[in-house]
């Protein structure tokens, strides 16, 4: 594997593998100095030009414990300020010896281009409404140790779909694993394409929750336009949010999870971010194992 850009490119088993040393990982991870020596001497750069808290320093500290040498870039403070374009922004860096790029964009398909301009591996760190496979096999990782597997299991993702990358990822990387996914949020947070996607959909939580191994909680993404697609907030919180009194009708081991940031209040509350079924910080520590497996799949290959 060259680029690791969306989990619609991967095979069951590509999957399989990368959660499998993932887990070797997360054994180095485990040690009191955890760190090897794998990617010494490679470059990796993180190219960030939308905002990221986990994302980017996740990778930046599975590069770390890799060894590899790490360079970060956003556009906040950079020449992308003064006009220079993508192109010539990833070339350049590229001059300076890079051999992986993480690219996170706000344009879809941005990783792609970047790949056909460098040499590098690219590694897609979220692009636009698209994909952000990373976060997709760091749901999977998560929910393996909990519920076995995901073979036969039912996840819903709530809210925000239409402007979800995750949701387009997680949906893609669920249903590889054989669970059966059930998308719920009104008409408005939903693509006009949905009913081509192999999903069940809801615009009712309720009756849904009783029958769940696992639901994915999203943020409304105001940034991309949500609000005109709402009556209020707190309509939208108090249809779809995830309340104590609706944790109460799931299943009692049923995950609670969320790719944060989280916006208490709208989509959780906080009670329930706190419940010991919600997951929410595993995902963002698995993120490294995972992270760590991605990068030394793509620059060294075969077992660590
Ligand atoms: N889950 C996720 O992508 O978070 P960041 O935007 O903080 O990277």
Not at 143 to 172: C, F, K, Q, W
Request: net charge negative; proline share 6%; charged share 25%.
């Amino acid at each position: 594997m060259k680029h690791l850009l969306s989990v619609a490119e991967m095979q069951r088993g590509d999957v399989e593998e990368l959660l499998e040393l993932s887990a070797k990982f997360a054994e180095v991870l485990d040690r009191p100095i955890p760190k090897v020596p794998t990617l010494r001497g490679r470059t990796v750069v993180n190219a960030f030009f939308e905002d990221s808290t986990r994302t980017r320093l996740s990778f930046e500290t599975a590069a770390k414990r890799l060894s590899a040498d790490v360079m970060s870039f956003s556009t906040k403070g950079s020449s992308v300020d003064k006009g220079e374009s993508l192109r010539d922004t990833v070339e350049t860096l590229e001059a300076m010896g890079v051999d992986a790029f993480v690219v996170r964009h706000s344009s879809s398909g941005a990783p792609w281009q970047v790949a056909s301009w460098v040499d590098a591996s690219v590694v897609n760190a979220g692009d636009g409404t698209h994909q952000h496979p990373t976060q997709a096999l760091l749901d999977c990782y998560t929910m393996r140790p909990h519920l076995e597997s995901l073979e036969g299991r039912r996840v819903a993702i709530v809210g925000d779909i239409v402007n979800s990358r995750v949701a387009r990822s997680d949906i893609d990387a669920f249903t590889l694993l054989g669970a059966s996914v059930v998308l719920v949020a009104p008409p408005t947070l939903l693509p006009r394409h949905v009913a081509t996607w192999q999903v069940e959909v809801s615009h009712d939580l309720d009756p849904i929750l009783p029958d769940l191994d696992a639901i994915y909680m999203l943020r409304v993404q105001m940034e991309r336009g949500t609000g005109p697609r709402l009556p209020s907030l707190r309509e939208y919180a108090a249809r779809y949010g995830l309340d104590g009194r609706r944790a109460r009708l799931l299943p009692e081991k049923a995950l609670i999870m969320h790719p944060g940031p989280m916006v208490r209040g709208v989509e959780i509350t906080p009670e329930v971010a706190a419940l010991p079924n919600a997951v929410i910080t595993e995902q963002v520590a698995n993120g490294v194992a995972v992270r760590m497996a991605v990068l030394f799949t793509l620059l060294r290959g075969g077992a660590p």
